[in-house]
C-alpha cells in the first residue's frame, strides 16, 4: 500500500501563497489518480482537486483559477499551488490516491490564512 506524506503548511497572509507537497512511497505511484482533500474545523473533509494519471485536473468552485494540482512521477510527488489564499482557505489538507474511499492518506498539513 502507499504511504503518503504531506508537506508545505504554515502560518499565510490573506491574499498571500502556499506550495503543498504530498510525497508517496513505493514505485507505482505513477498508476494512481491523485487528490488534495481539506478539512476545517467542526466541518467535514471537501474535496480540493483531482489529477488523473494522464495529468487531468479538475477543482472545487471555491479554488478554482486560484489552487494548481501538478504531479511529478519522477519525484513520486503530487502538489498543490495555493495561491490569493482566503481565511476560509484555513483547513488541515489530504492528499489521498482515488478512489478515495479507498486510498491511502497522508497524515495532513496545516494551511492558516490569518493577519
Known amino acids: 500500500q502507499v504511504q503518503l506524506v504531506e508537506s508545505g503548511g504554515g502560518l499565510v497572509q490573506p491574499g498571500g501563497s502556499l506550495r503543498l507537497s504530498c510525497t508517496a512511497s513505493g514505485s507505482i505511484f505513477r498508476l494512481y489518480g491523485m487528490a488534495w482533500y481539506r478539512q476545517a474545523p467542526g466541518k467535514r473533509r471537501d474535496l480540493v482537486a483531482t489529477?488523473?494519471?494522464?495529468?487531468?485536473?479538475n477543482y472545487a468552485d471555491s479554488v478554482k483559477g486560484r489552487f494548481t494540482i501538478s504531479r511529478d512521477n519522477a519525484k513520486n510527488t503530487v502538489y498543490l499551488q495555493m495561491n490569493s489564499l482566503k481565511p476560509d482557505d484555513t483547513a488541515v489538507y489530504y492528499c489521498v490516491t482515488l478512489p478515495a474511499e479507498f486510498g491511502s492518506w497522508g497524515q495532513g498539513t496545516q494551511v492558516t490564512v490569518s493577519s
Open positions: 489529477i488523473t494519471t494522464g495529468g487531468s485536473t
